[in-house]
């Protein structure tokens, strides 16, 4: 019986998270964090029982300890909630799948008490990449990627010789805009944004999706989880989303990992690595499918991609000005104060008023979402 903790359990990772230990049967679920869907936390708490659970606001939590108080959980909230379910002393395994530079401090806390992560959080890594990585080899930690791609190159490392790595080839689905011109992109809109042509994911990683920002933070994640340079990433629009990544050696031969696009593998892969289970999912005909195809971003176009490998190239505290401003413009989107193609002009303007500090801390990080989150209100 293997136990772990989830913060996220509402969202997309986590639910479908749920799903597998839903159907597996053999992990216990200790300690649940969410954010503001209390009717479907309620409804989890009830199913899985877990001793403790988080919620962001605390007048959520009041209102969800009224709804439990016939259960023995245990509910808190804010920050310090959040660490709590990521240290909760009986599990083993924590999956991070809560969505932003929010999960930095719990992941530090949890590999700090000796949990290995289940990492579906890149914003972790894409801001504090290099203090969590010497943290995580510190305490003898684990951490597998969650990440459809990232657990497709993890896993086409498998038993192969690290030192013979030569380039990772990490790829896009395009998202619902691929092709499109930047002109076309200038009628686009919300909706439009949120109809992604092969996964189901949350709004926010949807719309990153659709910018190509969130192949941006992938690569920033990748550079750090795989200890390679950024110019030793390639990113390759493949629009059949069915090779979910690849890594090419030394002798040329390229190992890569195919499947249905289906989180739940890679859900799956992570909380019983190395074994390997069945699963229901659907599977790959190759007959059917015929041909794979793949090709150049358009960085002209989706210029977030080009501004995150300039991130990555420089380092220090850049990348969380990306992410940061990334997040600030996605939000404004959904509010309704930008449009969808204005998300690169936000990143770039809070990324060239910057001065970059080389080897932040973690109170450097979260101090510069603030200053980030002011410039991007200016550019509005």
Known sequence: MRTISILGSTGSIGTQTLDIVRKEKDIKVSALAAGRNIELLESQIREFHPSLVSCMDEKDA????????????RIVSGMDGLIEVATEPESSVLVTGIVGMIGIRPTIAAIEAGKDIALANKETLVCAGHIIMPL???????????????????????????????????????????????????????????????????RKVTIDSASLCNKGLEVMEAKWLFDVDVEQIEVLIHPQSI??????????????????PDMKLPIQYALYYP??????????????????????????TFTGLKLAFEACRRGGSLPTVFNAANEAAVRMLIDGRIKFVQIPDVISECMARHTVTDDPTVEDILAIRDEVDRCAEEYV
Not at 157 to 185: C, D, M, Q, V, W
Not at 245 to 255: H, L, N
């Open 243 to 260: 090779v979910h990544s690849a890594v090419q050696y030394a002798d040329g031969a390229i190992m890569a990992q195919l499947g249905v």
């Open 136 to 202: 995580a080899a510190k305490c003898g930690v684990h951490i597998v990627p969650v990440d459809s791609e990232h657990s497709a190159i993890f896993q086409s490392l498998n038993g192969e010789p690290r030192e013979r790595l030569e380039k990772i080839l990490l790829t896009a689905s395009g998202g619902p805009f691929r092709g499109k011109t930047k002109a076309e992109l200038e009628n686009m809109s919300l909706e439009d944004a949120l109809k992604h042509p092969n996964w189901s994911m949350g």
């Open 62 to 73: 009041q209102d969800l300890r009224g709804r439990v108080a016939d259960t023995d959980t």
């Open 275 to 300: 074994d390997r289970r069945p699963m229901d999912a659907g599977r790959v005909d190759l007959f059917e499918l015929g041909s794979l195809t793949f090709h150049k971003p358009d960085t002209d």
